[in-house]
């Protein structure tokens, strides 16, 4: 890729001029370093968020209720290992190694979705996670798939079209649930009323307190600002919910006749802010399975490491 060197003033204006008119930069091409900075930012955070989001559902795997219910549930959580594997090929066309990156998440100085701090109580959360936070996800990353940076954006269209199949199938377990019996239908309600305002939040600040969007916008890395998502994701879920038989948790919730938007309440931002900085139910959790995951497998990284120095010894070898 090329270096950083900083540009002169009109490469600034060129290139603000080039991503402006929904131009694509790809890694070979000159871009402001705080262009890429703010890009191996976002897609970092993302590639993390989709790792330690297969840890909520991947504890349901062996309590899953039937064969089928299993199979589908293990295929979702191994497509996000893939999605982080894609995001963290993305964050490498920018120069900085997967290994650093990996070691920042260790460090716990890596930001992921706050979604995820939450912990999953019963096998409806399954299902409300798929259908909320997959949900969310997709009225997220659809955008980005038309994102000014080349690598990013094609690896959101590959991941949308499994994103649409993980929100599928939440939304067909949890309906299985609510036409099922009471107690299966106060199942999927609890879910529901635990993973409502997290999944509202996870778009972000409102947009007066988001420090990213401005410029983000402006380099098309952000098309839409998170209010804008917030309320495109609330406008659809509502309507999915009533096909549920399920309430939404938000004695405040009412459409606005003049917008033509579902109006919520009042978001608990004190609790979003606290769970970004690591205070949330399960933020200690998550972390500490991530680094036993990794020391357990660091025999797989050894043994790809040796094997990859006498395959380059016997290369030589031949070559002598
Ligand atoms: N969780 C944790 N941190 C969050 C957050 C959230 N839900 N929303 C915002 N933040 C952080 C930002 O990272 C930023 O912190 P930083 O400066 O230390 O990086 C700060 O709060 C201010 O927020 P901004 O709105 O200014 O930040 P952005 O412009 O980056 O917008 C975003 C936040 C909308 C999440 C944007 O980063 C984005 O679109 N990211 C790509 C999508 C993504 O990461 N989704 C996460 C879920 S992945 C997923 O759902 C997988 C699926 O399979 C389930």
Known sequence: MQSMEAGSQGDLDAFDRHVGADGKVEPQDWMPAAYAKTLVRQISQHAHSEIIGMQPEGNWISRAPSLRRKVILMAKVQDEAGHGLYLYSAAETLGVSRDELEQQLLDGTAKYSSIFNYPTLTWADVGAIGWLVDGAAIVNQIPICRCSYGPYARAMVRICKEESFHQRQGFELMMALSKGTDAQKRMAQDALNRWWWPSVMMFGPPDGESVHSMQNM??????????????????MTVKQAEALGLTIPDPDLRFDEASGHWQVGEIDWDEFWSVVKGHGPCNRQRLAHRRDAHEAGAWVREAAVAFAAKERARSARKAA
């Open 218 to 235: 402006a380099w098309r890395i952000k098309l839409f600002s998170n209010d804008e998502l917030r309320q495109k994701f609330i406008d």
